[in-house]
């Protein structure tokens, strides 16, 4: 069983930055897709960013159009964990943000954490 567990939430000025990290248990990290996900209350959970293992040879970044230019997604396998680094945050990325992961679907999730952006 993998867990995951995100931190570096909080409250942010509009136009600074966070970074979210997610730290996974397990052997496998290193295979699996990572991916960032935020939901507001009433809203769908939607994904933002993911960091894909492509065909066994590379990663790749997929981003939200939203999100685009001002947030990157990194993992870390030494250290089990992927981050996402957020800039130019906005009042609307006020979210709780989960993190994501398993192989070629996101089976564990995280509990989430909670950014809010004050205007």
């Known amino acids: 069983q993998v867990q995951l567990v995100e931190s570096g939430g909080g409250l942010v000025q509009a136009g600074g930055s966070l970074r979210l990290s997610c730290a996974a248990s397990g052997r496998t990290f290193s295979r699996y897709d990572m991916g960032w996900f935020r939901q507001v209350p009433g809203k769908e959970r939607v994904i933002v960013a993911a960091h894909r293992w492509s065909r066994g040879i590379t990663y790749y970044a997929d981003y939200a159009d939203s999100v685009k230019g001002r947030f990157t997604i990194s993992r870390d396998n030494a250290k089990n964990t992927v981050y996402l680094q957020m800039n130019n945050l906005t009042p609307e990325d006020t979210a709780i943000y989960y993190c994501?992961?398993?192989?070629?679907?996101?089976?564990?999730w995280g509990q989430g954490t909670q950014v809010t952006v004050s205007s």
């Open positions: 994501a992961g398993g192989a070629g679907e996101y089976e564990y």
